[in-house]
């Protein structure tokens, strides 16, 4: 056994003995190739090299620190920002499609674009990784204090200034719907713990210590990811499959983004909306349920409030007991001229409208631009819309079907957000999300997107119903099952029931609260350790 780890001991010395550019680079390496965990690829498998290569890495930068306190959490900030450099960057890359839409105006900021957000997400891994390196030992604990600064990191970079919390590390095991279930207890930020803790646990076999020590270690992270799939198990074989008395109608046309504000289509697009929304019922529909139609977000492309016309051709293929909610621009004057809305609309089967709710979490540079004056000045403008930008609504808000059936309107990345789920007497029905992605092409940004919205449910047992105009639209229930769903670039119509709302679960009561503070018990447990002499004793 002994000479079996002494023939892989070649790999921890590849990263443990690199030196300078060399270091740096394999940091950067170690990040951009744990992008694979996410989907669309989903190989969560190869964390258990990466992040064992990374603190490895921190292990010998850190010993050539020695004790001096500011000099490690240098470095553990330049290592832990390339890191997160190269997640980012791997990660995001697919943002610069947007510029490509209208390549004739954008296509020169791509590459600033692609580049600038990923520099700045960084910031946050590099902090994380900075206090874990400040309070390094050469214990088995070590694993526990970088993987709690990376998750109180992580935590902050979703929750900072607008906040953005896209590919937080509990989506490496998004696709595996087993080992998701944790969220119920822990949210994102506790999976995405575990999933460090255990990836990262094979680092302790390169340690300096006796074998059945660095076994047992690793057989403890095992237990946990047994417990995991356990309780993944256990949950899913006790889901229920109930539905509601409401039927749920997706309207997925599939339009070009290079079509969508094209003046001289604008009726040809609306046409498609209105066909498709009158097409014969199939899949699960029921003959006499109340039904509600969802089209995508700024679907309709015109002011619907300026068109009245349009009102009545919608009331016209609506007919009896249905319902429209649609995604729309909306304009309202005010002072200093006209302000913008993302918004979304109810229309009522008469052709009311009978339910608003305007985009709180607007995008940066893409509805809204900060610094605007300043940026303006060097051609830097809004680059998600005809308009020159958005307004941001008041606040998040339930809407209600007129068969009295709640739900939380979400537009695009609102999605990405963990929900704040209110008292147990106003829990929604279900989560509506209108989005579109048709900016982003057959990137992995769509697949990353939903994997995203189909945590939601997870964590908090509401079902999702998700309608993106070009895909991916679906139903998926309070266990984050899909029910229903239609693919990237698929032009169709979904059919379904709407799932019933489950039991709250622990996260949708509690929040993050929990591991938050558990993650702060953590670093101070690693504080008092190292206070002791025998500190660096095991």
């Known amino acids: 056994m002994h000479s ?21 680079i394999l940091c950067l390496f170690c990040g951009a190739f744990s992008v694979l965990a996410l989907p669309p690829f989903s190989l969560y498998l190869v964390l258990f090299l990466t992040l064992p290569g990374f603190i490895w890495i921190l292990d010998g930068a850190i010993e050539s620190a020695q004790s001096d306190h500011r000099k490690r959490a240098w470095t553990g900030f330049v290592l832990g920002w390339l890191f997160g450099f190269g997640y980012f960057l791997a990660g995001l890359w697919w943002i610069g499609s947007a510029f490509l839409v209208e390549a004739e105006r954008y296509a020169w900021l791509m590459p600033l674009a692609v580049l600038a957000m990923p520099l700045g997400l960084a910031f946050f891994t590099g902090l994380g990784t900075a206090l874990a390196a400040a309070l390094w030992t050469d214990r088995r604990h070590r694993i526990l204090l970088l993987t709690a600064c990376l998750t109180l990191s992580d935590w902050l970079r979703g929750n900072v200034l607008t906040g953005f919390p896209w590919n937080s590390f509990g989506y490496a095991v998004s696709d595996n719907l087993v080992l998701s279930q944790v969220a119920s207890v822990f949210g994102i930020y506790g999976l995405g713990f575990l999933v460090l803790c255990i990836c990262a646990a094979p680092a302790i076999l390169a340690d300096a210590r006796p074998l059945k020590q660095r076994l047992g270690a690793v057989a403890v992270a095992g237990a946990v990811l047994v417990s995991m ?29 290079k079509d969508k504000w094209q003046p001289e289509l604008r009726d040809r697009i609306f046409q498609t909306y209105l066909d498709m929304s009158e097409a014969p019922l199939g899949g699960s529909a029921r003959v006499g349920v109340p039904r509600l139609v969802v089209w995508p977000e700024s679907a309709i492309p015109f002011l ?21 909610a649609t995604g729309a621009i909306r304009v309202e004057a005010g002072e200093g001229g006209s302000h913008y809305y993302n918004s979304i609309f109810k229309v009522s089967s008469s052709g009311d409208i009978t339910g608003l709710y305007d985009k709180v979490r607007l995008v940066p540079f893409g509805e809204f631009i900060p610094f605007k004056d300043v940026l303006k000045r060097i051609g830097v403008s809004n680059l998600a819309g005809p308009m020159e930008g958005f307004e941001a609504g008041y606040s998040r808000r339930s809407l209600k079907t007129a068969g009295s059936f709640s739900f939380l309107p979400m537009i695009c990345y609102e999605i990405i957000f963990p929900v704040e789920v209110p008292e147990r007497n106003k829990i929604p029905a279900f989560l509506l999300n209108v989005t579109n992605d048709a900016w982003f092409g057959r990137t992995p940004g769509p697949y990353q997107h939903f994997a ?81 002499p025998s500190s660096r004793v095991n």
């Open 452 to 532: 995203q919205a189909r945590m939601r449910t997870i964590e908090t047992g509401i079902p999702l119903i998700r309608a993106a105009n070009t895909g991916i639209s679906a139903i998926v229930d309070g266990y984050g099952r899909v029910i229903h769903k239609l693919s990237i670039f698929e032009k169709g119509v979904i059919d379904g029931n709407l799932p019933q709302r489950i039991d709250r679960t622990i996260y949708g009561s509690f929040g993050d609260i929990f591991v938050i503070i558990s993650m702060l018990c953590i670093v101070v447990f690693t504080v008092i350790v190292r206070s002791k």
């Open 4 to 24: 079996i780890f002494q023939k892989l001991s070649i790999l921890p010395n590849a990263f443990l003995l690199s030196w300078g550019w060399q270091r740096r």
């Open 229 to 257: 799939a356990g309780y993944g198990f256990v949950r899913l074989g006790s889901a229920a499959n109930d539905v509601a008395d409401l039927d749920i109608r997706i309207v997925q046309p599939s339009i070009d983004q």
């Open 304 to 324: 619907l409030t300026q068109e009245p016309g349009a009102l009545l051709r919608i009331a016209r293929v609506l007919g009896e007991n249905a319902e429209l």
